[in-house]
């Protein structure tokens, strides 16, 4: 069974960058396609990004507009989701989520 935890949540200022970490674990992570998503306060939980276990596929949701990057260290069974020149909008729980299974989410929050 896959189990995940994200990390590198923080209070954050507008225009601030910052990565966020995904550990996994119960399954070689070269195995396994994951993404990154997000849930606002009173919102859907909406996608982020896509990667597939080779790292050759990624797709991003149209609002990340070149400010985010996925990436993955299948080595070390890690994903990571770094956040440049974030704004209120991304304020969220960020969620990573592969072989059907969810982290608990970490929390962006930003400031102006």
């Known amino acids: 069974q896959v189990q995940l935890e994200e990390s590198g949540g923080d209070l954050v200022q507008i225009g601030s960058s910052l990565r966020l970490s995904c550990t996994v674990s119960?399954?070689?992570?070269?195995?396994?396609?994951a993404s990154w998503y997000r849930q606002a306060a009173g919102k859907e939980r909406e996608f982020v990004a896509f990667m597939d276990r080779t790292g050759d596929v990624i797709h991003y949701a149209d609002f990340v507009e070149g400010r985010f990057t996925i990436s993955r260290d299948n080595a070390k069974n890690m994903m990571y989701l770094q956040l440049n020149n974030v704004g209120p909008e991304d304020m969220a729980v960020y969620l990573c989520?592969?072989?059907?299974?969810w982290g608990p989410g970490t929390q962006v929050t930003v400031s102006s």
């Open positions: 119960g399954r070689n992570f070269d195995t396994l396609d």
């Open positions: 989520h592969a072989a059907g299974a």
